[in-house]
């Protein structure tokens, strides 16, 4: 990469759901890139959800279509089955997460190299993380735990993102923010979701015009959390 940045947008979407279609064709049609964290051994199957008293959509993409739906995109585990992983031994947390790594590897034809903790409230731990750290192939691994800030994150197996989706009134602040900032050193803004929940309250134009706010920046690395990340090569 010749062009050096100082500032990242990423985005994280997690359980492999079918608005995924939805959401990748607005991804696509503004330049950014995102990482999608998928259960393996619960692709293809169908359900609802319950949510604020409505029947929510909640099924999962065929295993066949994984690897065209997120094309340009990259694909990260999410654990097998979506347990707790703090409810589990340490065999079951090595299996959850190494084998769903291992399955969506085959399906997406390159190494998958991170995920995403499953569950709401507190779903890790440095207990959790280090078992991953040291039993899994996976490289980084991402919270819930919103910081509201840009700053570069040290420890990749326990990183919390910036904010919620939606919360739309705070990602659009921040985004403001990011637009203008000039860091010194290199700054992430890590926006992260379920795309089931835009079908909640309709909110897809609210998410659609924040996408077209924060894309397009000449001074701005749109890139998937394994390239923003793992690579070093976009920054100084």
């Keep these: 990469m010749s062009v050096k940045f100082k500032k990242a947008v990423t985005f994280s979407y997690d359980d492999g759901v079918t608005q995924d279609i939805r959401l990748v064709e607005i991804f696509n049609r503004y330049g950014l890139k995102s990482t999608f964290n998928l259960n393996s051994e619960l692709l293809g199957t169908k359900r609802f959800l319950d949510i604020e008293g409505k029947k929510i959509r909640h099924d ?66 440095e207990e959790v993380s280090e078992i991953i750290r040291k039993n899994t192939k996976i490289k980084y691994a991402r919270t819930i735990t919103c910081t509201d800030s840009f700053e570069p994150q040290e420890n990749l197996y326990r990183f919390n993102p910036t904010v919620y989706h939606l ?70």
């Design 60 to 125: 999962k993409v065929s295993p066949d279509d994984v690897k065209s739906l997120y094309f340009g995109h990259e694909v990260a585990a999410h654990t097998l089955t979506h347990p707790s992983l703090l409810l589990v031994d340490k065999e079951e947390v090595i299996r959850q997460v190494e084998e769903d790594r291992k399955n969506l590897s085959d399906l997406v034809g390159y190494e998958v190299k991170g995920m995403a903790y499953p569950g709401g409230g507190v779903n890790n731990s």
């Design 167 to 236: 919360d739309f009134d705070k990602a659009n602040e921040l985004a403001d923010k990011f637009i203008s900032f000039q860091p010194e050193s290199y700054s992430i803004f890590y926006i992260w979701g379920h795309s089931y929940e835009f079908d909640i309250n309709n909110t897809w134009d609210l998410f659609e015009k924040f996408c077209s706010k924060i894309a397009g920046k000449k001074d701005i690395f749109y890139g998937t959390n394994k390239e923003v990340l793992l690579e070093n090569d976009w920054h100084n």
